[in-house]
């Protein structure tokens, strides 16, 4: 764990100034008054910190807002494009990119085959794929890159210590990517990504405490508790999909038996497909065939559902969220899945965790991982560097 910077006229102010922009991004325009409601700052504070961000090209004075019987109030906007930042999805054989402004809104976006899995040859891809999306900032600063990956990932430390696709272990990967980009760089698991996406634009936003669980060859676990994403002391929370579910079930890709991935992701319902039908399938062509009316089929849908729902319902009991959302390509099968999901769900969770419970089914594509890469870079810009180290991290208030 990185020490506490000690506290200082700068920090104080590097404080205020990210409140005052995470505020402005959280709720939308505000008034100066509102501002300093929203953060508990004295409003001389406020208005004293407001111009400093104006005069950075941070804030704009966007439009009066309603009188409540005095001198109408200015509102305070983000100004989206005074810089951007890039996200990246990393899988096994291809990247996908995405360039965003401030407000996590897409502005260009390119995708490229890997040419090689081992470090310097996907170092190489990203800084090919990032030289084509830079000339779509228009000169405007790009703050950093975001890099979303399977794996167990020291968000810390930048250091990859588990590559599931790769193979890679130790691999300090964000110190090389800085090197070659020449820009800060924020590696992290790609569900922690999806997770960021949900939290900054999709149904976790404003939301304290929820969860993202996502199906598809693996299963994978993001979690946001009292407002922050969570990722565990090591980096490794959120091996999810490598839970024991059944002692003495099927052997996972991990080694061991009866994990939850081992029942649920995309090979095992092909494995299970294929023998059902007597002859090897895709998952797409298993859900076709289930959504087609074929019993067997379904059946394996249902029961991985099930499976599924049990297995939340552990977490609900630990965790207590207000949100589940469950994402990626295993949801593809739709209420095949999501309906015996939901009954085994609230059928196992302790009394009364499930009431005001809200599951919500979101099958994001590539687009939204990356651009969730992206929101996890961008969280860090409004965000004070409290921890001694923290000062090189990519910053909005540095600028000037």
């Known amino acids: 764990m990185l020490p506490i910077r000690v506290g200082s006229k700068q920090l104080i102010r590097e404080i205020n100034q990210a409140?005052?922009?995470?505020?402005?991004?959280?709720?939308?325009?505000?008034?100066?008054?509102?501002?300093?409601?929203?953060?508990?700052?004295?409003?001389?504070?406020?208005?004293?910190?407001?111009?400093?961000?104006?005069?950075?090209?941070?804030?704009?004075?966007?439009?009066?807002?309603?009188?409540?019987?005095?001198?109408?109030?200015?509102?305070?906007?983000?100004?989206a494009r005074a810089g951007y930042a890039i996200g990246l999805k990393l899988t096994e054989e291809t990247l996908i990119g995405v360039l965003t402004d401030l407000d996590a809104s897409i502005v260009a976006r390119h995708s490229a085959p890997l040419t090689g899995s081992v470090p310097e040859q996907v170092t190489a891809s990203i800084g090919d794929l990032v030289a084509a999306l830079v000339p779509a900032a228009g000169g405007r600063p790009i703050f950093g890159v975001g890099v979303g990956m399977a794996g167990v990932i020291d968000r810390d430390r930048n250091l990859v210590r588990h590559a599931t696709y790769f193979g890679w272990h130790d691999l300090p990967f964000g110190q090389l990517l800085e090197r070659a980009l020449d820009m800060p760089v924020i590696v992290d698991n790609d569900v922690n990504a999806l997770t960021a996406a949900e939290q900054w634009f999709g149904a976790g936003r404003g939301v304290a405490d929820f969860v993202v669980i996502s199906i598809g060859r693996g299963v994978g676990l993001g979690m946001v508790l009292d407002g922050r994403l969570y990722r565990g002391s090591r980096g490794g929370a959120g091996e999810f999909g490598h839970t024991t579910v059944v002692p003495d079930g099927p052997r996972c890709a991990c080694g061991k038996r009866g994990c939850l991935e081992a029942l649920i992701s995309d090979p095992a319902i092909v494995q299970r497909a294929s023998a059902a039908l007597g002859r090897p399938v895709a998952v797409h062509e298993a859900i076709d065939g289930a959504l087609g009316g074929d019993a067997a089929l379904q059946s394996i849908f249902a029961a991985a559902g099930r499976t599924l729902g049990m297995a939340v319902a552990?977490?609900?009991?630990?965790?207590?969220?207000?949100?589940?959302?469950?994402?990626?390509?295993?949801?593809r099968a739709g209420g095949l899945v999501t309906e015996p999901f939901q009954l085994a769900l609230r059928d196992h969770c302790f009394d009364g965790?499930?009431?005001?419970?809200?599951?919500?089914?979101?099958?994001?594509?590539?687009?939204?991982?990356?651009?969730?890469?992206?929101?996890?870079l961008l969280a860090e810009l409004f965000q004070p560097a409290l921890r001694q180290g923290d000062e090189e991290r990519p910053s909005l208030t540095a600028r000037g």
């Open 19 to 79: 409140l005052v922009l995470n505020a402005i991004r959280t709720h939308g325009a505000l008034s100066r008054t509102e501002i300093a409601q929203q953060t508990r700052v004295s409003l001389p504070t406020i208005s004293e910190i407001t111009a400093e961000l104006i005069e950075a090209g941070l804030l704009y004075e966007q439009s009066t807002g309603a009188s409540t019987g005095g001198r109408r109030p200015v509102l305070l906007a983000l100004n």
């Open 314 to 331: 552990n977490l609900i009991n630990v965790l207590n969220p207000a949100l589940v959302v469950v994402s990626g390509e295993g949801v």
């Open 353 to 376: 965790l499930a009431d005001g419970l809200r599951v919500v089914t979101e099958p994001w594509g590539d687009e939204a991982w990356a651009r969730g890469a992206a929101s996890l």
